[in-house]
């Protein structure tokens, strides 16, 4: 049986909803949608890739080990700002990624929630 190891960021709606952060099973890593202020796209995405970066880390990988992103946005004319930001992370690494407007998020001062699922040995 493969050893689980889940981290925690702290985050309110973790206890209140009774999730992780992220969750590493053997070599796989997944990151929970991941939220984070600022005042428009681009800010929310650099910090969500800032935690999830912080999360890989916890669990020994970084983003080089990330190979797929979900990103979800309250309004895709927006996404030059969201792609400039993941850009600016992952344009070497190249991982997978989606992009899709969703109705709202959680909170009306959320543009943007990011997934990650990562793989270390790869």
């Known amino acids: 049986m493969k050893e689980i190891k889940k981290i925690s ?4 709606w973790e206890d209140i909803v009774g999730y992780s952060r992220a969750i ?3 070599d796989i890593i997944e990151i929970s949608g991941t939220t984070a202020s600022g005042a428009n796209e681009y800010e929310q995405t650099v910090g969500i890739i800032k935690i999830a970066e912080q999360a890989l880390k916890d669990l020994g990988a970084d983003l080089n080990n990330v190979v797929r992103t979900r ?3 309250t309004d895709i004319s927006k996404w030059e700002l969201i792609g400039k930001a ?3 992370f ?3 690494i190249r991982p997978v990624a989606t992009l899709v407007e969703v109705s709202k998020l959680i909170d009306p001062e959320i543009l ?3 997934e990650f699922s990562a793989v270390l040995n790869h």
Do not use: S
């Open 9 to 12: 960021t702290g985050a309110p």
């Open 24 to 26: 590493k099973i053997g």
């Open 71 to 73: 990103m979800y946005c």
């Open 86 to 88: 993941h850009g600016e």
């Open 90 to 92: 992952f344009k070497e």
């Open 112 to 114: 943007v929630e990011i």
